[in-house]
């Protein structure tokens, strides 16, 4: 069918308004994949924890970890148990004899509810427990000294039973203190 105000086809309204939602769908499509083309592959992730750390020994530090006792909300499950009434159907026959015939029945079951009953007591952590090691001249670069790495329990251990200078080689937690 021909517009005469227009001079071209008219689109029926439904083909219209698919195409009034899909139209700026396509045009987020094409934006993302021109703006991921224009960035590369450059992962703009968290900064990976770093791998194997070598240096010397400077200084240690162990920071321990905070905790408080606190009170939450006892929360337990309460159950009743209940009927609900299911509708059965059975049908025989074929064509015009055919004859459908319905019951009911009551089934048990246990409706269940978290309901609160008193409080209770727990260990809130407020600061969790940090190994730090200090390293001079890391990795073989002597203009990179006191840089910290947080260890875990057994590095720290090991880095404690060393002089301060001694060589030490470890892959850290994360940077940092």
């Known amino acids: 069918m021909i517009n005469p105000l227009v001079g071209q086809a008219a689109r ?6 698919a195409w009034t939602r899909i139209r700026p769908a396509v045009a987020v499509a094409v934006l993302a994949v021109t ?25 240690i530090r162990s920071v321990a970890q905070k905790t408080t006792t606190a009170t939450r909300p006892r929360m337990v499950e309460k159950c009743t148990p209940s009927t609900k009434r299911v509708k059965h159907s059975s049908t025989t026959g074929t064509g015009r004899n055919k004859r459908t015939r319905t019951w009911y029945t009551n089934e048990k079951y246990n409706d269940c509810k978290k309901v609160q009953q008193g409080t209770e007591k727990y260990t809130k952590v407020l ?14 670069k002597r203009s990179k000294d006191d840089v910290w790495f947080e260890v875990d329990a057994a590095t720290y251990n090991s880095a404690a039973a060393k002089k301060e200078g001694s060589k030490l080689s470890f892959a850290p937690l994360r940077n940092g203190c």
Do not use: M
């Open 35 to 59: 703006v991921s083309a224009c960035i590369g592959s450059t992962d703009h992730a968290k900064p990976s924890k770093p791998a194997k750390v070598t240096g010397l020994r400077d200084d």
């Open 12 to 17: 029926p309204t439904a083909v219209a308004a």
């Open 127 to 140: 600061r969790r427990a940090r190994w730090c090691v200090e390293l001079d001249d890391l990795n073989g």
